[in-house]
């Protein structure tokens, strides 16, 4: 982990090109610019490579999904590719249909992912296990989510982050346990997938991605348990949840929440 990339991301403001979900595209501008990322939500096929080839990292989210979204991600991950810049790819509820997983399934065919980010049933479902339908429960124990994400990686040729209760970061060979985080940020919409958001703005200023993404969901967790301690109810916890994420720095940032599991 490099505690110094949060004050990185605000020193160096790399542009973040996300096609999201209508649900947290709010949430995830907002998100990326309380962390010193520039945000763009660019999603018309006509542009999305050119806005691709222009931004530090992509990232593409499949929560909502139509007939056009498919040639949008390959488009703009093909640019991507080409550019050299990172990718995350966040396959949000690809468990609960047919139509998810064959998507889910021909961008991961057509464009080189750095980082895939999910829970545990999404990454399961990803390496064809019989996970939930809707994808969130799967994996019970360290060693089911070790091999989650291990095989995932493998697979994929890439980072995988399995977040949950307790967060792994896989390159399919050394495997990172982080521990943190509140379940109101599980009842919160938009947390996981402005995470994938946060990540994408970490692999912007930092190469190596297991380093980039343990240190985003690290801080992240931390983010989530300052907010909590602030939080009445569900009403206010992404307020104070943004907040926290404007203020974190390398000095705020535990050291103690990361275990090399395998």
């Keep these: 982990m490099k505690r110094d990339l949060w004050d990185k991301v605000r020193a160096e403001r790399p542009l973040i090109h996300n096609i999201t979900n209508i649900v947290v595209a709010n949430f995830s501008a907002n998100g990326l610019l309380a962390i010193g990322a520039a945000p763009v939500m660019a999603s018309a096929v006509e542009e999305v490579a050119e806005m691709a080839s222009l931004s530090d990292a992509l990232v593409l989210n499949i929560g909502t999904l139509d007939a056009m979204t498919e040639r949008t991600m390959i488009r703009a991950g093909q640019a991507a590719n080409q550019a050299g810049s990172p990718i995350v790819f966040d396959p949000v509820g690809v468990g609960a249909t047919s139509f998810r997983r064959d998507?889910?399934?021909?961008?991961?065919?057509?464009?080189?992912?750095?980082?895939?980010?999910?829970?545990?049933?999404?990454?399961?479902?990803?390496?064809?296990?019989?996970?939930?339908?809707r994808?969130?429960?799967?994996?019970?124990?360290?060693?089911?989510?070790n091999h989650i994400a291990r095989e995932a990686a493998k697979r994929y040729n890439c980072v995988v982050a399995v977040t949950g209760e307790t967060d792994l970061v896989s390159d399919g060979d050394v495997t990172i346990e982080i521990k943190g985080g509140t379940e109101a940020m599980a009842r919160t919409t938009g947390t996981g997938c402005l995470l994938s958001a946060v990540v994408g703005a970490f692999l912007a200023?930092?190469?190596?991605?297991?380093?980039?993404?343990?240190?985003?969901?690290?801080?992240?967790?931390?983010?989530?348990?300052?907010?909590?301690?602030?939080?009445?109810?569900?009403?206010?916890?992404?307020?104070?949840?943004?907040?926290?994420?404007?203020?974190?720095?390398?000095?705020?940032?535990?050291?103690?929440?990361?275990?090399?599991?395998s």
């Excluded at 994808?135 to 989510?145: F, H, N, P, Q, S």
């Design 205 to 261: 200023v930092e190469r190596d991605a297991v380093t980039a993404t343990a240190t985003a969901l690290a801080g992240y967790a931390r983010c989530g348990e300052l907010a909590t301690a602030l939080t009445d109810g569900p009403g206010d916890f992404p307020v104070h949840f943004l907040n926290e994420l404007g203020k974190m720095t390398a000095v705020e940032l535990p050291s103690d929440r990361i275990e090399v599991v």
């Design 103 to 133: 998507v889910a399934q021909a961008i991961l065919q057509s464009v080189r992912a750095t980082v895939i980010r999910g829970n545990a049933g999404e990454i399961a479902t990803l390496i064809g296990l019989d996970a939930a339908a």
């Design 135 to 145: 994808g969130v429960d799967a994996g019970e124990t360290r060693d089911d989510l």
